[in-house]
């Protein structure tokens, strides 16, 4: 042991007097802590004894503690991945598996999906109790109406059995994608699908996370009420990887159809040099027009959240190949093609920029379409599976 001179004043009572302080530093001096003089006392019963000098000053006998040397540039460690367990709608079983092959941490349940005589669902969670305690997610998919009820039922349901934690995972968000509200008596439905999902409730560990991937109107991500926390990603992240391993990455142009996917996007893609169009209504028709940027000879990729009929990329297609482009691809992250409209989008083999596309890339988020252009130039599917199994760990 070290004895360490511990006052600031010298003192004849090596019992101290309450109000003064006391440093102790330790045998290395690298460090001070200061205290009360009456909490001293406390020391004669740990790890230092209090003796007194000839002259009168007080010390504090403390153990020698070896220093702890601190690497240089070394990290934080990792906050330890949590055990999940994913269940999912029909729709969304191959993402599902897909998820889990990301992640060991993520645990595959199933639900029985069976309905009764009247057409009514008839749903069971096996092995309820056994996810008492465990973080929870659901995988969703409400591309349809008449999926709406039976996957509420479940996602009202998860939370009540004492879960941990619980997640949605809702790939895309499906309404207000054509709704206008332009005259009175018009109905929203995007705010009304929005308090569905607040109304969630809640699990032991308080409100339920909404992860949703590029939602269509921005303003939509303000329907939500307190009940839901709702995180928002992108699939961006997916597109630019893959426009890495292009030959021609050096040479790409990125194009947005028209100002809403610009403000949308632009941010996460403003290394690439952008291309602008707009929409322009002459009369009852709307045209594409090019706003700013150069195609010439450039490999231009259009990009937008979603595409349904297809009308407004295939228009810009035009515009960009007018203007010189050398190549043109598209990226949605939601491939919703009602009806098979993604049967409109050529295979660009020869034909030229202005009647086929190098590319189209979409994600999984819609299951059903993503099966029917699987394998089919010029689609090409990028998988969501890696930002599902990252965001269900946020």
């Known amino acids: 042991m070290a004895a360490i001179p511990a006052c600031k004043h010298p003192t004849t009572n090596p019992r101290f007097d309450p109000i003064s302080e006391l440093r102790c530093l330790n045998a290395a001096g690298s460090r001070s802590v200061r205290f009360q003089r009456r909490r001293v006392r406390s020391v004669l019963y740990g790890n230092g004894d209090i003796t007194s000098s000839a002259t009168g000053e007080a010390f504090v006998s403390v153990p020698e503690v070896p220093a702890v040397p601190m690497m240089l540039g070394s990290m934080p460690p990792k906050r330890p991945r949590k055990s999940v367990c994913l269940f999912y709608c029909e729709e969304m079983r191959e993402l599902a598996e897909q998820v889990t092959l990301e992640s ?3 645990q595959l349940r199933s639900i029985n999906w069976r309905t009764f005589e009247d057409g009514f669902p008839n749903l069971f969670i096996p092995n309820a109790h056994g996810i008492r305690g465990q973080h929870v997610a ?7 109406p008449k999926v709406l009820f039976e ?7 998860l939370p009540r059995l004492f879960i941990s934690s619980f997640t949605v995972i809702l790939p895309f968000f499906p309404t207000g994608t054509y709704e206008r509200m332009e005259d009175e008596g018009d109905v929203p439905t995007a705010p009304i699908l929005a308090r569905f999902l607040s109304n969630i409730p809640l699990s032991r560990g308080g409100p339920t996370s909404l992860v949703i991937f590029d939602i269509h109107a921005l303003q939509e991500r303000f329907y939500f009420g307190d009940n839901v926390l709702p995180c ?11 426009l890495q391993e292009l030959p021609d990455s050096d040479n790409i142009s990125i194009a947005f159809p028209d100002e809403g996917s610009w403000k949308r996007f632009h941010q996460q893609l403003q290394h690439f040099p952008v291309i602008i169009c707009t929409k322009v209504r002459e009369g009852n028709q709307r045209f594409v027009r090019l706003k700013e940027g150069n195609p010439e000879g450039r490999h231009v990729v259009i990009v937008d959240d979603l595409v349904q009929s297809g009308s407004t990329l295939i228009e810009c297609q035009k515009v960009l190949a007018a203007r010189g482009a050398a190549k043109i691809s598209a990226y949605v992250t939601h ?5 098979g409209t ?3 989008f050529q295979y660009d083999n020869g034909v ?10 979409i994600t999984d988020s819609c299951p059903i379409t993503a099966a029917q252009v699987k394998d089919r ?7 969501l599976a890696r930002a599902i199994a990252d965001a269900v760990q946020i």
């Open 151 to 157: 996957q509420f039922s479940i996602i009202y349901a």
């Open 352 to 361: 030229g920029p202005d009647k086929g596309l190098s590319y189209f890339w």
């Open 104 to 106: 060991d941490a993520i």
């Open 138 to 144: 659901f995988l969703a998919s409400l591309s349809s």
């Open 335 to 339: 491939g919703i093609f009602p009806n």
């Open 377 to 383: 130039p010029p689609f090409e599917v990028l998988s």
């Open 232 to 242: 928002f990603e992108s699939g961006i992240p997916l597109l630019k990887n893959r």
């Open 342 to 344: 993604w049967e409109r």
